[in-house]
C-alpha cells in the first residue's frame, strides 16, 4: 500500500516521539511491503515563532491532501504563562480539529500485565482493563462562544452542542461497543446542564438502533471516581469534549504512565493520530519521553487503513519492550534507555518479528539492548 503521510512535529518533545514512530512506520515498510511517503510541516509554537501563526496555510493543505496525519505534540511554556498573548499554540491544533472536520476522537486505555506494579492503582483494581473513550472533538466549550467584558474582570465561554454533533459521534461509539463487550457509558452532567440533556436525549434515541448494546447513565463527577475504583466496568465511553478531555488524561494512570496512550481523530474524510500527553517542555533535547503513545498512534494509523496484521505487529514489539523492560525512565527510574534506544528496540522487532525473541540481559543492565 502506498500512503502520504503528513508529520507535524510540534513544540517541545513533540519531535523526538515522533520520530519514533516514524522509524517503526519504516519498518512496517521494510516487513511488509509498503510505501509511505512523509512531509513534515510546522505548527504551534514553533509555528508562531517562525511564521507568526499556529497553523500556517501551507500546513492545513498538507493535512488536506494526505491520506493521514501524524502529530508530535504542542505547547510552550511561554504562551501559557502570558495571558497577553494574541495566540496560543494550541489554537492551531483545535483549528486544525475543526477544518478537517475530525468530530471523533478515539482513546484506547489499556492496562499492561508487565506494568502493573507501575501503576498507582492496586494490580487488582486495573488487571484485564481494556476500554475505549469517544470523546466529541470539535463542538462544545472549548468552540463556543467566546466572551470578556472590557474591564477584564467577567468571561464567558459558552458550551452548544447541535443534534448532528452528538449523534454522528454516538453512532461510532455505539458500533465500536457492538464490537466490542456490548457496553457503552454515556457521561454527561444532566442533572445541570442543558447541553446534556440533550446529549441523553439523542444518544437515547440512537440506543434504539443498537439493541445489541446495554446503554447506561454516569455524571461525569462519579465517572471520574468510578475510573480510579473499578475501571474494568466500562467497554466504551462516550462524551462531550471538555469531560473527554479530563477523563482521558485521569485514565492515563491506570497504565503507569500517560507516555502509554494513544489517540486518534476521525473525520468523515480525514484522520490524524497522536499520543495524549501534552508537549513536555522540561524534557525538550534530553531523550528521555516516552515514544510508545506516539508508536501506539502509529498502530493506530495503521488500523485506520485495515492494515491489521501490520498495527498488530507494531503492538508485538511494544509488548516486548515493556516485558523485557527497555523504557524510558517514567516506566523506570534506574533504567539507562533513552527515547531513541527504545523506539530503535521497537522498530527492529518490527522487522524481526518471526524470529525467536532472546535478549543479552547483561547488555540491559548497561542500557544496551543485543538482538540474538
Known amino acids: 500500500m502506498k500512503l ?164 454522528r459521534v454516538a453512532h461510532l461509539a455505539f458500533k465500536a461497543a457492538k464490537n466490542r463487550d456490548g457496553k457503552l457509558t454515556l457521561v454527561d452532567k444532566a442533572n445541570v446542564l442543558e447541553s446534556s440533556r440533550l446529549w441523553r436525549k439523542v444518544v437515547s434515541k440512537i440506543a434504539e438502533s443498537y439493541p445489541e448494546v446495554k446503554l447506561d447513565y454516569l455524571f461525569v463527577d462519579n465517572a471520574a471516581m468510578q475510573l480510579i475504583l473499578n475501571p474494568r466496568q466500562f467497554d466504551v465511553i462516550l462524551t462531550e469534549n471538555m469531560f473527554g478531555d479530563i477523563l482521558s488524561d485521569e485514565a492515563s494512570v491506570i497504565g503507569g504512565s500517560i507516555g502509554l496512550l494513544a489517540s486518534a481523530s476521525i473525520g468523515e474524510e480525514n484522520a490524524l493520530f497522536e499520543p495524549i500527553h501534552g508537549s513536555y517542555p522540561q524534557a525538550k533535547g534530553m531523550d528521555i519521553a516516552n515514544p510508545v503513545a506516539s508508536i501506539l498512534s502509529a498502530a493506530m494509523l495503521l488500523e485506520h487503513h485495515s492494515l491489521f496484521e501490520e498495527a498488530m505487529a507494531v503492538r508485538e514489539a511494544v509488548d516486548k519492550a515493556l516485558k523485557k523492560g527497555v523504557v524510558t525512565t517514567d516506566l523506570n527510574e534506574k533504567s539507562q534507555y533513552g527515547t531513541n534506544q527504545v523506539g530503535d528496540f521497537i522498530a527492529d522487532n518490527i522487522v524481526d518479528s518471526d524470529e525467536p525473541f532472546t535478549m543479552n540481559d547483561e547488555n540491559i543492565d548497561l542500557g544496551k539492548s543485543t538482538i540474538i
Not at 16 to 24: F, G, I, P, R, W
Not at 42 to 67: R, V
Not at 100 to 113: C, D, E, T, Y
Not at 139 to 161: H, M, P, Q, R, V
Open 4 to 167: 502520504n503521510l503528513a508529520l507535524l512535529p510540534g513544540d517541545g518533545v513533540g519531535p523526538e516521539v515522533l520520530s519514533q514512530a516514524v522509524k517503526c512506520l519504516q519498518a512496517v515498510e521494510e516487513t511488509f511491503n509498503h510505501q509511505f511517503i512523509y512531509r513534515e510541516a510546522p505548527i504551534g509554537a514553533y509555528a508562531i515563532d517562525k511564521y507568526g501563526t499556529s497553523l500556517p496555510e501551507k500546513t492545513l493543505d498538507l493535512c488536506k491532501t494526505s491520506d493521514a496525519i501524524l502529530f508530535g505534540a504542542i505547547g510552550d511554556p511561554k504562551y501559557d504563562n502570558n495571558p497577553e498573548a494574541k495566540t496560543r499554540p494550541e489554537e492551531g491544533l483545535l483549528e486544525l480539529r475543526k477544518s478537517l472536520g475530525l468530530f471523533a476522537n478515539i482513546r484506547p486505555v489499556k492496562a499492561f500485565s508487565s506494568l502493573s506494579e507501575k501503576s498507582p492503582l492496586k494490580k487488582e483494581i486495573i488487571e484485564n482493563v481494556d476500554f475505549i473513550i469517544y470523546r466529541e472533538l470539535t463542538g462544545g466549550i472549548y468552540f463556543g462562544e467566546k466572551k470578556t467584558n472590557e474591564d477584564g474582570t467577567i468571561a464567558s465561554d459558552l458550551c452548544e452542542y447541535s443534534e448532528k454533533e452528538i449523534s
